[in-house]
């Protein structure tokens, strides 16, 4: 690995949303520089973070209604990078969102892995819930409102399909939500009614109504429907949902704690009634219930309890936190072996030591175990990371011992070929990287530092970067308390 020498970086992001009713690309420049003194360890950070170029909204291509049309966006990515005279080779870190209902498509899985294979080294985040509502709040600006703010602000981004929900105080996440709530859930052709969704059939069922396809629309039976939305994502808020309401909860139920003080609407439903981009949105005309949502969202006596504060981006907030906020960038004091890179979708496994050092260390071989059964119970390969959190000052012969320790415990693994991946929040990353590539030369090494994550993230590490540092993208997929 090349010396580090204190260089100033540009790298390029790409961000894309593919979502139940449109996609859309932003491409960004992160600037990188070396934020620590002559003297002191390396420290790179992002100084700046610049949007070169933003995609039309496009409608998201398919096939059919359960098949994506991998081919279409393909050649819509290549277009866009084209006109902002970006090539594929240039992007080297960003996200890959496949948002709402989307994701459920037969074949969402094989349209990031070709995406993530055609379009760029990027890194790739498919969105489950949680982290789509949480890269939306970072798009929209709920996350920066909390962080200059004492109060507790709930972005609600209402698409397609799904209503993702993001709470937010003093910029740490206090819990996510996600409820079957979105303009495309019914639409029309002409003056019918061309398709209800899955959620909203069950709700009809439970209120025996005979409303269904092919009927003529009666806008006040719809009314009644996007009305009812409205309220549901009020005791949503209040964490006061009934058991009716739950036939349109997605996953897990509100899990925040917090009172709530002010909320935001961004995503499709927050065009509606913002009209940032009215222009964009006369090309990409709804036949659904979009506007009507809209209108009860804005009509709702319950909502009109908290003050709303307005987005800084409506329909794009996915994108634009996909494409500038997924990115970390490592310690600067890292081991890495370029050929083992980039690596994506590692989960990650935490070895506290907290309860002291040498206890820890004597309690490895447990903990990657445990690790594997968790991570890869069949040992068929699936490879994870070690985060070592809560490391003491550590010298010269504890370096030496945890690097055996690691090692020894390493080989109940199935497939001991694969890259020993350690991260580390402290600056021990290259002396105890290379303390292993010392004790074992045959150990390909990743271990990389200045990376706080979570048990339960997952981490994609990209290629190393003229400033010897990684890009990092860590995906909280679920809840952390």
């Known amino acids: 690995m090349k010396q580090y020498e204190p260089l100033k970086e540009e790298i390029i992001s790409a961000g894309i949303d593919i979502g139940t009713s449109t996609t859309k690309i932003v491409l960004s420049q992160f600037s990188l520089m070396n934020m620590a003194g002559g ?65 459920t498509k037969q074949n969402a899985e094989e349209m990031i892995h070709h995406l993530s294979n055609h379009a760029g080294e990027f890194l790739v985040a498919t969105a489950g819930p949680d982290l789509e509502g949480i890269i939306a709040a970072k798009g929209s600006g709920a996350y920066q409102y ?36 979105g303009g495309r859930l019914i639409e029309f052709s002409e003056d019918k009614i061309s398709s209800i969704s899955p959620p909203v059939r069950n709700l009809l069922k439970e209120w025996n109504s005979t409303l269904a396809t092919g009927d003529v629309l009666v806008e006040e039976e719809v009314k009644k429907i996007t009305n009812y939305m409205a309220d549901v994502i009020s005791r949503m808020l209040t964490r006061t949902m009934t058991a009716e309401d739950k036939v349109l909860l997605l996953g897990h139920e509100p899990n925040w704690k917090e009172e709530i ?52 981006e409506t329909v794009r907030a996915t994108v634009l936190g996909a494409g500038t906020q997924t990115t970390e960038i490592s310690g600067a004091t890292i081991q890495v072996e370029t050929k083992d890179l980039p690596v994506r979708n590692v ?32 040992q068929e390969g699936q490879n994870f990371a070690l985060y070592l959190s809560g490391l003491p000052y550590v010298g010269f012969r504890d370096i030496q011992q945890l690097a055996k320790g690691l090692l020894e415990a390493v080989k109940q693994k199935n497939k001991t070929d694969q890259p020993l991946i350690i991260v580390l929040e402290s ?39 003229q400033t010897s540092v990684v890009p990092v993208v860590v995906k909280t997929l679920t809840f952390h308390s």
């Open 146 to 181: 909390s962080k200059k703010t004492s109060k507790t602000i709930a972005n609600v981004d209402v698409g397609g399909g799904t209503a993702n929900v993001a709470v937010y105080r003093m910029g740490r996440l206090c819990g996510t939500c996600t409820l079957h709530i």
């Open 347 to 378: 989960p990650v496994y935490q070895i506290s030591f907290k309860d002291g050092f040498q206890k820890s260390v004597h309690h490895l071989k447990d903990a990657v175990k445990d690790a594997i059964e968790i991570h890869d119970p069949q």
């Open 261 to 312: 003080d002010v909320i935001m609407f961004s995503g499709g439903i927050s065009e509606c009634l913002y009209r940032y981009e009215s222009k964009g949105f006369e090309q990409a005309p709804y036949h659904d219930i979009g506007m009507m949502l809209a209108d009860s969202l804005r009509d709702s006596q319950s909502l009109k309890g908290w003050s709303w504060i307005q987005p800084d």
């Open 427 to 465: 600056d021990h990353a290259k002396v105890l990287g290379q303390t292993l590539v010392a004790q074992d030369s045959s150990q390909s090494i990743i271990c990389i530092d200045q990376i706080k994550v979570e048990h339960g993230d997952y981490l994609d590490i990209g290629q190393l970067l």
């Open 39 to 103: 003297t002191h360890l390396p420290r790179i950070e992002i100084i700046d973070k610049e949007i070169i170029h933003r995609s039309p909204i496009y409608r998201t291509p398919l096939l059919t209604s359960t098949t994506v049309d991998i081919e279409a966006i393909e050649k819509l990515v290549r277009d866009e990078y084209d006109k902002a005279n970006v090539g594929s080779e240039d992007i080297k870190t960003g996200a890959v969102i496949i948002t709402g209902e989307t994701a």
